[in-house]
């Protein structure tokens, strides 16, 4: 084999690029797979560190949610307002239904333990219990203590139960208090506390760590506190109480100053990858440990396994390169052959003439239909490029100089107004607003400006024809702000006068409308003129379809019609209908754009 040929070459890489990285990848690798699987197994716990967060942050939502009726009761806050007397039985009566109130909230809150009212006005506790105490008293002290440590503030915070506490039972629980009051006044006279026991998370916590290996998840405050309490037992990985930092974690500043991540550690002489996340919502820390021996057992097997396929794969490749090489280098070389006839030649005649059925069958296919595709491009682009000049030339043959016709016009009207030629004073006025609108430089108006362009055409073209048309305009008073392309309908509604209603026996009617349908917007030129045959509508549909091409007589809806396609897309344009001796009508279809930005 000749060692200087493509084929050769193409062998030593293909072996190459298939064999070296093979090995260096199981050099490496049984060092990086232990990297590779924590965070493969970091993202498997996160997702269902997630599902947990949802869990019981749903429970922790709902609880919270309950007290939203009372916190829209005006009568109760007015009531806690002002200075409340027992002796008064209106007032005692008033407070037991807040207590009656505060009650039906924790049966319906399912898992609240408790709610209870702080009223400063009165340094009053009511509580969902219908127990009601008043300051002086350890009560009293404890919620007030409570409020001057927590700040009132709207987020959940662990509280263990007090030597003396306003609730019957005392457990551990989680506390969420409600300010009552307008956040404006910057003043908390009334909070609602609404009590979830730590036991609700406990024992879903407790039910997700049946496992012989210990303690799975935990949950964490933000300074790094147990939400949760966990039994002493010497098959545990380790015990936490509640409220209490968790000592067997070395690295628990990492998880409370870090969002989220992953680190091993070593409990008790066994190592265990923790991995954490951060709730959005409430700041909790979910914490899950995952013991070295339920991953290390899958690295060993992938170790072993990655040996053994290195081998067969380096035999395999062996022998495909050899089989790959002779398969690729023959069509390959047929097709740089036809590609250096076409670059080097400008042979753009030329196609590959070999049928195959594999994937360089569907090449050869690809560089026969490329090469005719340039071949048309070519054809389209010489044919675009001679419409282009037609089209400028038909451009430069109907301009005249508007700046001079427009101040010829403003002398005109001022002549006419001076002498009292009414008729004349009001089509001088029209036409020389109607060329200062055309003189604009942008290309863009909005359709209250497209409005009044046409009622000064339409003004000039009455004068002319002495009122030989109506003209009725009905546009949706949404789309006046809308930016529209300049002259879009001014053409239709000049074909509208001149091939519709100026032959028409008698007086005839013309109709701009215009609205929005779904996410289109569509205004419709009709008159009742003369109309056109079937064939004639045919005519110019097909016209339209094909791109415009030369025709001088139906240069403006051509025009129209392009300029459309142009700016807003292939999916726009015009719609024709028309009836002999019943009329025309012309549908016009843009976006509902309402931004110029939004244009492409």
């Given at each position: 084999?000749?060692?200087?040929?493509?084929?050769?070459?193409?062998?030593?890489?293909?072996?190459?690029?298939?064999?070296?990285?093979?090995?260096?990848?199981?050099?490496?690798?049984?060092?990086?797979?232990?990297?590779?699987?924590?965070?493969?197994?970091?993202?498997s716990?996160?997702?269902?560190?997630?599902?947990?967060e949802?869990?019981?942050?749903?429970?922790?939502?709902?609880?919270?949610?309950?007290?939203?009726?009372?916190?829209?009761?005006?009568?109760?806050?007015?009531?806690?307002?002002?200075?409340?007397?027992?002796?008064?039985?209106?007032?005692?009566?008033?407070?037991?239904?807040?207590?009656?109130?505060?009650k039906?909230?924790?049966?319906?809150?399912q898992?609240?333990?408790?709610?209870?009212?702080?009223?400063?006005?009165?340094?009053?506790?009511?509580?969902?219990?219908?127990n009601?105490?008043?300051?002086p008293?350890?009560?009293?002290?404890?919620?007030?203590?409570?409020?001057?440590?927590?700040g009132?503030?709207?987020?959940?915070?662990?509280?263990?139960?007090?030597s003396?506490?306003?609730?019957?039972?005392?457990?551990?629980?989680?506390?969420?208090?409600?300010?009552?009051?307008?956040?404006?006044?910057?003043?908390?006279?009334?909070?609602?506390?609404?009590?979830?026991?730590?036991?609700?998370?406990?024992e879903?916590?407790?039910?997700?760590?049946?496992?012989?290996n210990?303690?799975?998840?935990?949950?964490?405050?933000?300074?790094?506190?147990?939400?949760?309490?966990?039994n002493?037992?010497?098959?545990?990985?380790?015990s936490?109480?509640?409220g209490?930092?968790?000592?067997?974690?070395?690295?628990?500043?990492?998880?409370?100053?870090?969002?989220?991540?992953?680190?091993?550690?070593?409990?008790?002489?066994?190592?265990?990858?923790?991995?954490?996340?951060?709730?959005?919502?409430?700041?909790?820390?979910?914490?899950?440990?995952v013991?070295?021996?339920?991953?290390?057992?899958?690295?060993?097997?992938?170790r072993?396994?990655?040996?053994?396929?290195?081998?067969?794969?380096?035999?395999?490749?062996m022998?495909?390169?050899?089989?790959?090489?002779?398969?690729?280098?023959?069509?390959?070389?047929?097709?740089?052959?036809?590609?250096?006839?076409?670059?080097?030649?400008?042979?753009?005649?030329?196609?590959?003439i070999?049928?195959?059925?594999?994937?360089?069958?569907?090449?050869?296919?690809?560089?026969?239909?490329?090469?005719?595709?340039?071949?048309?491009?070519?054809?389209?682009?010489?044919?675009?490029?001679?419409?282009?000049q037609?089209?400028?030339?038909?451009?430069?043959?109907?301009?005249?100089?508007?700046?001079?016709?427009?101040?010829t016009?403003?002398?005109?009207?001022?002549?006419?107004?001076?002498?009292?030629?009414?008729?004349?004073?009001?089509?001088?006025?029209?036409?020389?607003?109607?060329?200062?609108?055309?003189?604009?430089?942008?290309?863009?108006?909005t359709?209250?400006e497209m409005?009044?362009?046409?009622?000064?055409?339409?003004?000039?073209q009455?004068?002319?024809?002495?009122?030989?048309?109506?003209?009725?305009?009905?546009?949706e008073?949404?789309?006046?702000?809308?930016?529209?392309?300049?002259?879009?309908?001014?053409?239709?509604?000049?074909?509208?006068?001149?091939?519709?209603?100026?032959?028409?026996?008698?007086?005839?009617?013309?109709?701009?409308?215009?609205?929005?349908?779904?996410?289109?917007?569509?205004?419709?030129?009709?008159?009742?003129?003369?109309?056109?045959?079937?064939?004639?509508?045919?005519?110019?549909?097909?016209?339209?379809?094909?791109?415009?091409?030369?025709?001088?007589?139906?240069?403006?809806?051509?025009?129209?019609?392009?300029?459309?396609?142009?700016?807003?897309?292939?999916?726009?344009?015009?719609?024709?209908?028309?009836?002999?001796?019943?009329?025309?009508?012309?549908?016009?279809?843009?976006?509902?754009?309402?931004?110029?930005?939004?244009?492409?």
């Amino acid at each position: 084999m000749n060692i200087h040929s493509l084929r050769f070459k193409l062998t030593v890489y293909f072996l190459i690029l298939i064999i070296v990285p093979m090995l260096v990848v199981s050099y490496f690798f049984y060092q990086n797979s232990t990297h590779i699987i924590e965070e493969k197994i970091s993202e498997s716990v996160s997702t269902t560190l997630l599902m947990i967060e949802t869990s019981i942050e749903n429970v922790l939502e709902q609880s919270r949610f309950v007290a939203t009726p009372f916190l829209v009761n005006t009568k109760n806050r007015e009531f806690l307002e002002r200075e409340i007397h027992l002796s008064d039985y209106e007032d005692l009566n008033k407070l037991n239904q807040i207590m009656s109130d505060l009650k039906g909230m924790e049966i319906s809150g399912q898992n609240i333990y408790s709610i209870s009212l702080y009223n400063s006005i009165n340094r009053m506790l009511l509580t969902s219990e219908k127990n009601m105490f008043f300051y002086p008293n350890e009560e009293m002290n404890h919620i007030e203590k409570l409020i001057a440590e927590e700040g009132g503030a709207p987020r959940w915070f662990l509280e263990k139960w007090p030597s003396s506490t306003y609730l019957t039972a005392r457990p551990n629980y989680i506390t969420y208090p409600i300010s009552l009051d307008p956040s404006e006044s910057g003043i908390r006279k009334n909070i609602l506390f609404v009590h979830v026991s730590e036991s609700t998370i406990s024992e879903y916590i407790k039910n997700l760590n049946k496992t012989d290996n210990g303690l799975k998840t935990l949950i964490l405050t933000k300074d790094g506190r147990s939400i949760v309490q966990t039994n002493i037992d010497k098959n545990k990985l380790f015990s936490v109480e509640f409220g209490e930092q968790p000592s067997m974690i070395k690295q628990l500043d990492r998880i409370t100053s870090e969002k989220e991540g992953s680190f091993s550690e070593n409990f008790a002489g066994r190592e265990v990858l923790v991995v954490f996340r951060t709730s959005e919502k409430t700041g909790f820390k979910y914490v899950n440990f995952v013991p070295r021996e339920d991953w290390n057992k899958e690295i060993t097997n992938l170790r072993n396994g990655v040996i053994v396929l290195d081998l067969l794969a380096a035999l395999a490749a062996m022998l495909l390169a050899y089989l790959f090489m002779k398969s690729i280098y023959n069509p390959m070389f047929r097709l740089l052959k036809a590609m250096k006839q076409t670059v080097d030649k400008k042979d753009f005649d030329y196609q590959i003439i070999e049928q195959r059925k594999d994937e360089f069958g569907i090449l050869f296919l690809g560089f026969n239909a490329m090469i005719r595709n340039i071949q048309q491009l070519i054809k389209n682009l010489y044919q675009e490029k001679l419409l282009k000049q037609e089209f400028e030339l038909k451009l430069m043959q109907s301009r005249m100089n508007p700046h001079f016709l427009y101040n010829t016009l403003n002398s005109i009207y001022s002549i006419a107004k001076l002498h009292g030629v009414h008729e004349v004073t009001d089509m001088a006025y029209a036409l020389s607003h109607f060329f200062r609108h055309s003189l604009k430089g942008d290309d863009w108006i909005t359709v209250k400006e497209m409005l009044d362009h046409i009622d000064n055409y339409l003004k000039i073209q009455k004068i002319r024809y002495r009122d030989k048309f109506e003209v009725s305009i009905d546009v949706e008073d949404e789309l006046m702000d809308m930016p529209i392309l300049k002259l879009l309908l001014q053409p239709l509604v000049e074909n509208a006068i001149i091939h519709g209603v100026e032959m028409k026996g008698g007086k005839g009617a013309i109709s701009i409308t215009g609205y929005q349908l779904d996410e289109s917007v569509v205004f419709v030129v009709s008159d009742d003129g003369l109309g056109m045959t079937t064939q004639r509508l045919e005519e110019i549909r097909e016209h339209l379809k094909s791109g415009g091409g030369s025709s001088s007589e139906l240069f403006a809806l051509s025009n129209v019609d392009q300029r459309i396609k142009h700016y807003y897309g292939e999916g726009y344009g015009l719609e024709i209908f028309s009836q002999l001796n019943k009329g025309t009508t012309i549908e016009v279809y843009l976006p509902a754009y309402h931004r110029r930005d939004d244009l492409v």
